[in-house]
C-alpha cells in the first residue's frame, strides 16, 4: 500500500490513465486475434493447379465467404 502512496496517483493520473488505455486497447487486439486464430483453425484450404501456369488457386473460395 505504501506503494501506491509513494507514486502519488493524483499527480499522475494522467498517466496512468495512459497506460490502462493502451492496456485496454492490446487486450482488444489480443481477443480479436484469438477470436480469428479459432475461426481460421476449424477451415482446410485445398489448393488447385491454375492452368499450367505453376501456381494454385483456393478451391471453393466462395464458401469461405458465407
Known sequence: MQQLWDIDL????????????????????????????????????ELVKYQSRGCKLIKGWDDLFT
Open 10 to 45: 493524483l499527480r499522475n493520473e494522467k498517466i496512468i490513465e495512459d497506460v490502462l488505455n493502451v492496456a485496454r486497447g492490446e487486450l482488444v487486439l489480443e481477443e480479436m486475434l484469438r477470436t480469428i486464430k479459432e475461426r481460421w483453425a476449424k477451415h482446410e484450404l
